[in-house]
C-alpha cells in the first residue's frame, strides 16, 4: 500500500512538472513568434536559442539575435528605448508596479533572505 501511495505521489509531481513544462514551451513559441515573424525588434537575419536546466531543474532561455543592420541599436539612447530596467509609478499604475516590485527584484535569497520571491 506505501508503494502505490509512493507512486501516486511520484505520478502527481510528474505531471505538475510536464505542465510546467509544456506552459514554458508555449511562452517560448510565441515569443519566438513575436521576435521572428512579427519583427517587434526588426528583421532578424540569424538566431540561436537554447534552453538548459539551472540548479534545482528550472528551465532558462537563451536566444542570440542577429538583426539587419537597419534595426541594429548602435547608439546608447536607441538601446535606453529597447532595454528599462524602472520601477513603474506607484500612483501611475499600482498594479504594474505591484508586481515589478514582487517578482522582478532579485536579490539575497536563501538563508540570507527567506522573504525573497525568488
Given at each position: 500500500?506505501?508503494?502505490l501511495?509512493?507512486?501516486?505521489?511520484?505520478?502527481?509531481?510528474?505531471?505538475?512538472?510536464?505542465?510546467?513544462?509544456?506552459?514554458?514551451?508555449?511562452?517560448?513559441?510565441?515569443?519566438?513568434?513575436?521576435?521572428?515573424?512579427?519583427?517587434?525588434?526588426?528583421?532578424?537575419?540569424?538566431?540561436?536559442?537554447?534552453?538548459?536546466?539551472?540548479?534545482?531543474?528550472?528551465?532558462?532561455?537563451?536566444?542570440?539575435?542577429?538583426?539587419?543592420?537597419?534595426?541594429?541599436?548602435?547608439?546608447?539612447?536607441?538601446?535606453?528605448?529597447?532595454?528599462?530596467?524602472?520601477?513603474?509609478?506607484?500612483?501611475?499604475?499600482?498594479?504594474?508596479?505591484?508586481?515589478?516590485?514582487?517578482?522582478n527584484?532579485?536579490?539575497?535569497?536563501?538563508?540570507?533572505?527567506?522573504?525573497?520571491?525568488?
Amino acid at each position: 500500500m506505501l508503494k502505490l501511495a509512493q507512486q501516486y505521489g511520484v505520478d502527481q509531481w510528474a505531471k505538475m512538472e510536464a505542465s510546467h513544462l509544456e506552459v514554458l514551451k508555449l511562452k517560448f513559441t510565441a515569443l519566438m513568434d513575436d521576435t521572428l515573424k512579427k519583427e517587434i525588434l526588426g528583421t532578424v537575419k540569424a538566431n540561436t536559442p537554447t534552453v538548459d536546466f539551472q540548479k534545482r531543474g528550472l528551465p532558462h532561455a537563451h536566444i542570440l539575435l542577429i538583426t539587419d543592420r537597419e534595426h541594429k541599436p548602435i547608439t546608447p539612447a536607441i538601446i535606453d528605448e529597447i532595454v528599462r530596467a524602472e520601477i513603474p509609478d506607484r500612483n501611475k499604475n499600482p498594479l504594474l508596479h505591484q508586481i515589478v516590485s514582487s517578482k522582478n527584484i532579485h536579490g539575497p535569497c536563501g538563508n540570507i533572505n527567506r522573504k525573497s520571491p525568488c
